[in-house]
Nanobody, 120 residues
Framework: QVQLVESGGGSVQAGGSLRLSCAAS???????????MGWYRQAPGNQRELVAT???????NYADSVKGRFTISRDNAKNTAYLQMNSLNSEDTAVYYC???????????WGQGTQVTVSS
């Protein structure tokens, strides 16, 4: 079993920055098999959408809406993923969820979510 705990959310003014962290814990053997980690977000009334993903090898993928503003990174030794968010705007307001995928056992894990609120 894998638990994901997000931190770093909060309120910021437009143009500001926040850094989210997602720490994976649980069975060491299972954690070591995490392939991709990612961030998704869900605004009120909207479906959950992809923000960014990163593989264990460091390959990244971003939603068009955040390219050039957000950077995903990963510390495999700490089993932690990060999302650096710059030039935030009101459309970035959402609950941000961490995700981890283990293809070996076809499992998909989610964190509890962290609120990001951007005021104009």
């Amino acid at each position: 079993q894998v638990q994901l705990v997000e931190s770093g959310g909060g309120s910021v003014q437009a143009g500001g920055s926040l850094r989210l962290s997602c720490a994976a814990s649980g069975n060491i053997f299972t954690i070591s098999r995490i392939n991709a980690m990612g961030w998704y977000r869900q605004a009120p009334g909207n479906q959950r959408e992809l923000v960014a993903t990163i593989t264990s090898g460091g390959n990244t993928n971003y939603a068009d809406s955040v390219k050039g503003r957000f950077t995903i990174s990963r510390d495999n030794a700490k089993n932690t993923a990060y999302l650096q968010m710059n030039s935030l705007n009101s459309e970035d307001t959402a609950v941000y969820y961490c995700n981890a995928v283990i293809t070996l056992i076809s499992r998909n894990y989610w964190g509890q979510g962290t609120q990001v609120t951007v005021s104009s």
